[in-house]
């Protein structure tokens, strides 16, 4: 008999579903979702309609109990009563399917056994389910926790004995259980918590974009200044394909472009490169590089690739257009000399300076001579502000003479690396196709960059292949490579002459001079003015009959009439009306770091206290340290006796 009840006590999941989702709403399920297939009868039809054949009623009991008020006796009484009922209404079905199960299996009727087997299943549960109410009910059970014991056992589900039920007078809220309520108020905790992190994140970096745009801002549009007596210059990105003639297009009147009326995009260096940028050059980073690799460029030029000796990345940032100054000890002299950093800040594994040797130049003879691959230097960079980082203007251009094109070479690679949107005009003067620096880089980058157009000139075009303009640059040659020229930013670097004669022509195409930015190649840095030029390189030619010597200029002692302070050093010492505050810290011991010498860099920055002085050159300062009294050393002069902070 067991065996014959076993199979039946299963019960199909989609019936249970039904039931739990009527046992809810309160509807009474239809009488054909509780038949099994060909047996007339289910196992679970007593949850909704079994009651129509025993006593002609059709009561849902497991819904009723579900719904009915926990603490109300008139209920209780009519479960206990509906639980014996279906105990009762369930042994007949048992007795009577015992005797036809009997009769069947004697004489082998199949349908009459299944007959059987489903009318003792039925029966077998109401009796259960009549039980099953009558104990919970017995045992103190509420009706709705009577019915969801019941609900449970029938899936297969642990008693509910850990939890108490949402329904259970003072048990919880809105008929859910503490456990539901506090899962949702974590849950709920949480949500809220990852929002306000999202929100703050959000406002940091809002913010965080809103100072590197303004510190961007503020730096680009300072005075010009990044000493480059000998700039420097950065190898080719990648081989530039060769050319039919290999040769820059001959400057042309471009047709004026449609009027911008609003600003490019402000670019900035990558995060937090312009922050960093702007912090670094004010505090300078000193330390030894490692020369990796030597390029020639000219004959009298070469690019020096520097790296950080320890591997990584270059221990410092910087932004385009500014320098770094190498020092070194050289024939018992300590030399400094400040090269224009002609690589892009967005390489940040190396960079590179292009130096051209001078007869004069102890730092450039010692770089082309003594300097090889795998030699340390002693650098401290970066510094200038002759910088252009695409965020305050919407088109630049940048006009080089000579060696004069290495800065120009870093904001042009910049540009290029962060895809600036604006037009870049580069104007560029040789001597001769041969000193064309950068020549295969220019022309390849051109090709790949709609919005970089480049226009050279060659003062020596004679006996040479060179198809393009010559001369120097001139203003006639200014107004055919750029088309409108007066409303763009002009950024200038080259030798003295040369940049007079640029500034004169901007001058007379309309170019406000607050749109023009310079750099001019100031003496030998490191040399004071007045001393003696460095010795010349040993010569193994012998040499020649000393002539006779020049009879000396008579030296005219300076006569001071006033007195300069310096505060941290604590020393006092004269000052001569032609003589500048870093000549008087030199004469009595007083460090003060310099660089260009001719008011340009702005290394010399040292505050005044007291006392007022005149400057002839102030291209290295901008105008809001100057309001907060910082004065250029190599050139403020006085008749009256200063304090400085030096």
């Known amino acids: ?300 030029v070469k690019t020096f690739r520097l790296v950080n000796p320890g591997s990584g990345d270059i221990p410092f940032v910087f932004m385009p257009g500014q320098f770094l100054t190498f020092s070194a000890e050289i024939g018992g002299e300590r030399a400094r000399r400040s090269y224009t950093i002609a690589s892009s800040p967005t390489q940040r594994s190396y960079i590179e300076v292009t130096v051209k040797r001078e007869e004069q130049g102890l730092i450039s003879r010692h770089l082309h001579d003594r300097v090889a691959i795998g030699s340390l230097l002693e650098v401290s960079a970066p510094a200038g502000v002759f910088t252009f980082t695409g965020a305050d203007a919407d088109s630049i251009v940048l006009i080089a003479g000579g060696v004069g094109v290495t800065p120009m070479m870093s904001i042009t690679r910049y540009l290029m690396d962060r895809s600036f949107p604006g037009d870049i005009y580069f104007l560029y003067g040789a001597r001769s196709t041969e000193e064309f620096i950068f020549r295969e880089e220019l022309e390849y980058l051109q090709k790949r960059h709609a919005n970089l157009h480049i226009a050279a000139t060659m003062s020596r075009a004679e006996g040479t292949a060179w198809m393009g303009a010559s001369g120097p640059i001139s203003k006639e040659f200014i107004a055919r490579a750029v088309p409108e020229i007066a409303r763009r930013r002009v950024h200038l670097c080259g030798p003295p002459p040369m940049m007079e004669a640029v500034k004169a022509a901007l001058s007379e195409l309309g170019v406000p001079k607050d749109q023009v930015r310079t750099e001019a190649f100031g003496p030998a840095r490191g040399v004071t003015p007045g001393t003696r030029a460095p010795l010349p390189a040993p010569s193994l030619a012998p040499a020649p009959a000393p002539a006779a010597p020049e009879p000396a200029p008579a030296v005219v002692p300076r006569i001071a009439t006033a007195e300069v302070r310096f505060t941290k050093s604590s020393k006092t010492g004269p000052l001569a009306p032609d003589q500048c505050v870093l000549e008087a810290a030199e004469a009595i011991g007083v460090p003060i770091d310099y660089s260009c010498r001719v008011g340009i860099c702005g290394t010399c920055k040292v505050r005044l206290l007291e006392g007022k002085v005149t400057m002839e050159v102030e291209e290295g300062l901008p105008s809001d340290e100057k309001a907060r009294g910082i004065i250029l050393a190599c050139q403020a002069k006085s008749v009256g006796n200063l304090v400085v902070e030096a």
Do not use: N
């Not at 009474?28 to 009651?51: D, K, N, W």
């Not at 042994?91 to 349908?111: N, V, Y």
């Not at 047709?255 to 702007?278: K, Q, S, Y």
């Open 1 to 300: 008999m067991a065996q014959l009840i076993k199979p039946f006590r299963r019960v199909p999941l989609a019936t249970v579903a039904a039931l739990v989702v009527v046992a809810l709403l309160g509807g009474t399920p239809s009488r054909t979702l509780a038949q099994p297939h060909g047996s007339g009868r289910g196992s679970m039809g007593e949850m909704g309609g079994e009651m129509g054949e025993h006593g002609g009623r059709q009561q849902q009991l497991y819904p009723s109990l579900m719904t009915a008020p926990p603490a109300d006796p008139a209920a209780r009484e009519v479960a206990l009563r509906e639980a014996h009922r279906r105990m009762t209404s369930g042994l007949p079905l048992i007795r009577g399917g015992l005797d036809q199960a009997t009769r069947a299996l004697q004489s082998g009727d199949a349908q009459g056994m299944g007959e059987a087997a489903g009318r003792l299943s039925e029966g077998l549960s109401l009796y259960r389910s009549g039980l099953s109410t009558h104990l919970a009910l017995s045992a103190g059970h509420t009706p709705a926790q009577a019915g969801l014991a019941w609900y449970r056992s029938q899936l297969g589900l642990p008693p509910a004995t850990a939890m108490p039920m949402a329904t259970e007078a003072g048990g919880a809220l809105w008929g859910l259980s503490w456990f539901h309520l506090t899962t949702m108020v974590f849950l709920a905790a949480f949500v809220v918590g990852t929002l306000l992190i999202q929100y703050t994140r959000m406002r940091r970096i809002s913010g965080l974009v809103h100072r590197l745009a303004t510190a961007a801002t503020a730096v680009a549009t300072g005075p010009a200044a990044a000493p480059a007596g000998g700039p420097p210059g950065p190898r080719p990105a990648a081989p530039s394909p060769p050319g039919a003639a290999g040769l820059l297009p001959v400057p042309r009147a471009a047709a004026a472009p449609p009027p911008v009326t609003a600003p490019a995009p402000a670019i900035c260096c990558a995060d937090p490169l312009c922050e960093a940028a702007v912090a670094a050059a004010k505090r300078p980073w000193s330390g030894i590089l490692r020369v990796a690799a030597i390029f020639p460029e000219t004959p009298t």
